[in-house]
């Protein structure tokens, strides 16, 4: 499965290694209002820049919020909707563009919008829960959809919910799913008091 990593080079917390994006999720396996109230805790208490807080999760759970929950599957991405129809809860990222408190261009929201994402993310894996971030939807048709204000910049889709069988995926998700996790060599991501030394 995906959570296993092919190339660890030090060890991390575990809450790491059950933090992975799946495409699988169990429509049948409802997430409680309690499991998501402390997963959007644990994105609220995210850092930013000047403490301004700047993202703002919509939140569309299947069962509360049905219509919702449609609307926001629809402006995904077709390939991800093929799988994310199976998720419980769908959510819209959005980050505020000024500061608040001068009316100046926050250069940091995009950074901060993924700071609370993350953090929410990893509240789930604590809880057992799945996450998956998407790039893949239509910006225009969430701010129509969601009546999103031009000075927030809708950032991502999250799915959320329990994970599932892999037999209700196409064969190409499949095999993505059964493969190990891989990342790029610390040296090459990291460098030692300038560009690329090491």
């Known amino acids: 499965m995906s959570q296993e990593q092919e190339n660890s080079e030090f060890i991390t917390h575990d809450l790491f290694k ?4 799946t495409r699988a999720f169990d429509a049948s396996k409802d997430v409680s209002p309690q499991d998501l109230n402390e ?8 850092p930013s820049c000047f403490g301004a807080e700047p993202w703002r999760f919509i939140v569309c759970h299947k069962t509360y919020e049905p219509e919702a929950w449609k609307s926001l599957l629809a ?7 093929e799988w994310a129809q199976f998720a419980p809860v769908l959510l819209m990222v959005c980050t505020h563009k000024v500061f ?13 919008a993924g700071a ?4 929410l993310c990893l509240q789930a894996a604590a809880l057992g829960l799945m996450s998956h971030q998407m790039g893949g939807f239509d910006v225009e ?6 009546a999103v204000p031009q000075d927030f910049k809708p950032m991502a889709a999250i799915a959320l ?4 069988d892999l037999a209700q995926l196409d064969e190409d998700f499949q095999k993505i799913e059964q493969a190990k996790r891989k990342r790029k060599p610390l040296m090459d991501i990291v460098f030692a008091g300038g560009w690329d030394k090491h």
Do not use: I, M
């Open 116 to 119: 609370a994402s993350v953090s």
């Open 161 to 164: 919910g329990y994970h599932g």
């Open 100 to 112: 608040q408190h001068n009316d100046k261009t926050n250069a940091w929201a995009e950074y901060d």
């Open 75 to 81: 402006c995904l991405a077709p390939k991800n909707q």
């Open 18 to 21: 059950k933090r992975w994006s």
């Open 39 to 46: 997963c959007l805790e644990a994105a609220r208490w995210a």
């Open 141 to 146: 048709a969430v701010r129509k959809s969601f």
